[in-house]
Nanobody
Framework: QVQLVESGGGLVQAGGSLRLSCAASGRTFSSYVMGWFRQAPGKEREFVAAIRWSDYSTYYTDSVKGRFTISRDNAKNTVYLQMNSLKPEDTAVYYC?????????????????????WGQGTQVTVSS
């Protein structure tokens, strides 16, 4: 059974940094796509970033390009989201997700319905 456990959220001032972690277990993830999504209060959940486990390919939503970096550690079966230059509008619950055999196209990996497994979420709050 696949399990995704996020950690690393918290309260940070605007301009600060946080690193989110997503520890994955229950499968061999070499053929998976791992994604980060977020949901702000009163808004729908939206795509943030994705990484293809096999070759480090990545996609980002435009609003986080140049500020966020998604990466993964094979040995630890963990995906990270390094968030720098945080803004109040980055405040949200951040979710990790995993998808098997996902077509590597931006429109596909950015669609939350394509993901098979989800973590419980971690809160990120950015104060102004």
């Amino acid at each position: 059974q696949v399990q995704l456990v996020e950690s690393g959220g918290g309260l940070v001032q605007a301009g600060g940094s946080l690193r989110l972690s997503c520890a994955a277990s229950g499968r061999t993830f070499s053929s998976y796509v791992m994604g980060w999504f977020r949901q702000a209060p009163g808004k729908e959940r939206e795509f943030v970033a994705a990484i293809r486990w096999s070759d480090y390919s990545t996609y980002y939503t435009d609003s986080v390009k140049g500020r966020f970096t998604i990466s993964r550690d094979n040995a630890k079966n963990t995906v990270y989201l390094q968030m720098n230059s945080l803004k109040p509008e980055d405040t949200a619950v951040y979710y990790c997700a995993a998808a098997a055999k996902l077509l590597w196209l931006r429109t596909v990996v950015a669609t939350q319905g394509r993901y098979d497994y989800w973590g419980q979420g971690t809160q990120v709050t950015v104060s102004s």
